[in-house]
Every structure is written in structure tokens, then in C-alpha cells.
């Protein structure tokens, strides 16, 4: 079982501890995520978006779309895309956007088999407690030629950067979250959650042993975020 200080989760990451960690980041989510990138969230969405493909009309998943900001972005294709996380606190704190959502977990997703064109899933997948069991789950309901997109944090792949990235930026990463995250202690855990994430080609083979095929990826911002892409 996971444990929680305050409103902190742990590596073990027991579901219903991150989702109560996240229903605390909710409220400022969005802005703390632009302060801490330096506004790269905005790209990294739009890079999403471009490798996902999409087509007016086509059905698409947003796994983790938090409070529906990345769900908007994919929107912009014509494509119907839905929010779909397991913080319903992110989700209430989203309901502005007037976008649909569904609360679910990863592992145990609400939806029929193949029923989605597209998924995607950002900066969540490694807050899941089964990682290879939510992409088993994506592929499940993704359709048969589906493309599947992951943005998540990654290894920087020049080894100065990759120093000043895990022994600086995340060091200094729960600090800086004090000044405006409505929930600084779960930046800790973030930062914890992001040095134990594994590296681009490890991820690309559990993807692989998931039921994708073609699996690639790309580096962004020199691999401390990365776009892994497949197909069902």
C-alpha cells in the first residue's frame, strides 16, 4: 500500500492515493505546469497533437487530460476527443472547458473494445500503477491500425544536460512548486516519479510487448520530453 505525507503519493503508486494527490494540485495545475516548463507545455501539446494525425471526425481518447487543457489542443484537428482521468478533482476543476469527460483509470479504462481511432496520454503514464497494464488497456480500446502517442518526461541524452536536469532542475523542481502549486509537497513526489521513469528505448520495448507495433520516438527539448508513437 502506498503511503501519503499530507497530500504527497510514493513510487508504489497506489491509485487512489495519486488520484487524491492530484484532485490537490487541481486548482493551480495548469499555471504550475507553465511556470515549471517555462511555457514548453504549450509545445509539447501542440507536438501531440502533429504526431497523433488526426482527422476531422475521428475518435479519439485523451488519457490523463487532467483538467481538459490537452484535450482543447486536440480538439483543434476536428477530431471528437475525449477527457478522460482517474482525479475527478482535475476533471471538476476542468468543466469550464465544456469539452466531454469521464472519469477512469488507466488500468480499467469505461470504454468497449476498439472503439477509439487515436489515444494519447500525457505526463501521466508514469503515475499509473501498472504501467504495462494501462497499455494493454489503451490497446484494448484502441482500434486495429490506431495510433497511440505518449508525451512523457524522459532521459536528456547529453550527459551535461541530463546532470543539470536530475541534479539541479529536479532538486529545485519541489521549491519552485511552493511558489505556485496549490500543492507544493506533490512536486517531491513528481520529481521522484520522473528520475525513476525509464529511458527512451526501455519504454519503446515495454510498448512493443504491450501489443503495439512501429513503435518510434522523438526527442524533445534534447530528451527531456519524449513523443513515443505506435500503432495498434
Not at 492515493?17 to 492530484?22: I, L, R
Not at 468543466?95 to 466531454?100: D, N, Q
Not at 509537497?185 to 519504454?203: G, T
Amino acid at each position: 500500500m502506498a503511503k501519503t505525507h499530507g497530500s504527497r503519493a510514493f513510487l508504489d503508486k497506489e491509485p487512489r492515493e495519486v488520484a487524491s494527490m492530484f484532485d490537490g494540485v487541481a486548482a493551480r495545475y495548469d499555471l504550475t505546469n507553465t511556470v515549471l516548463t517555462f511555457g514548453l507545455d504549450r509545445e509539447w501539446r501542440r507536438a501531440t497533437r502533429s504526431a497523433l494525425d488526426l482527422e476531422p471526425g475521428e475518435r479519439v481518447l485523451d488519457l490523463a487530460a487532467g483538467t481538459g487543457v490537452s484535450t482543447v489542443e486536440l480538439g483543434r484537428s476536428g477530431a471528437w476527443v475525449v477527457a478522460t482521468d482517474f482525479s475527478k478533482g482535475m476533471l471538476h476543476a476542468g468543466e469550464f472547458r465544456k469539452v466531454p469527460m469521464v472519469a477512469g483509470d488507466a488500468m480499467s479504462l469505461p470504454f468497449a473494445d476498439a472503439v477509439f481511432d487515436a489515444a494519447t496520454i500525457s505526463f501521466g503514464l508514469r503515475n499509473v500503477a501498472d504501467t504495462d497494464a494501462a497499455l494493454r488497456e489503451i490497446a484494448r480500446v484502441t482500434k486495429p491500425g490506431g495510433r497511440l502517442v505518449i508525451c512523457e518526461f524522459s532521459t536528456p541524452v547529453h550527459e551535461p544536460l541530463s546532470t543539470i536536469y536530475m541534479e539541479v532542475v529536479m532538486r529545485a523542481l519541489p521549491g519552485v512548486a511552493r511558489l505556485v502549486s496549490s500543492n507544493p509537497d506533490a512536486y517531491v513526489y513528481l520529481a521522484e516519479s520522473i528520475r525513476a521513469w525509464p529511458a527512451q528505448e526501455d519504454l519503446a520495448q515495454r510498448i512493443e510487448a504491450a501489443g503495439w507495433r512501429d513503435v518510434r520516438w522523438r526527442n524533445l527539448a534534447g530528451g527531456i520530453t519524449v513523443l513515443h508513437h505506435a500503432v495498434r
